[in-house]
Nanobody, 125 residues
Framework: QVQLVESGGGLVQAGGSLRLSCAASGRTFSRYVMAWFRQAPGKAREFVAA????????AYGDSVKGRFTISRDNAKNTVYLQMNSLKPEDTAVYYC??????????????????WGQGTQVTVSS
């Protein structure tokens, strides 16, 4: 089992940048595929990005390709989401997710077993 804690959210102007972090407990972090999802008010949870166990492969949702970058540091049990060129439509609660067996390219939130509490990102116009 793994516990996830997100940080780094906040208020930023359109065009700005933020870096989210997700710290994981336990000594088996490198066995998990890690991902970021987001959920805006009144909308379904949306896939943002995922990264393989080694960090060698990544996948992105269409709405963030070219602007967001997911990375991980297995020595620090942490996954990151660097968000650049932020837009008001990026405003949402961002969640970190983990799973041992998920396919990297899945965009289905229910495929992930472990979730953090979320961190709010607000982009003002």
């Amino acid at each position: 089992q793994v516990q996830l804690v997100e940080s780094g959210g906040g208020l930023v102007q359109a065009g700005g940048s933020l870096r989210l972090s997700c710290a994981a407990s336990g000594r088996t972090f490198s066995r998990y595929v890690m991902a970021w999802f987001r959920q805006a008010p009144g909308k379904a949870r949306e896939f943002v990005a995922a990264i393989s166990r080694s960090g060698g492969s990544t996948a992105y949702g269409d709405s963030v390709k070219g602007r967001f970058t997911i990375s991980r540091d297995n020595a620090k049990n942490t996954v990151y989401l660097q968000m650049n060129s932020l837009k008001p439509e990026d405003t949402a609660v961002y969640y970190c997710a983990a799973d041992l067996y998920v396919v990297l390219t899945t965009t289905t939130s229910s495929d992930y077993d472990y979730w953090g509490q979320g961190t709010q990102v607000t982009v003002s116009s």
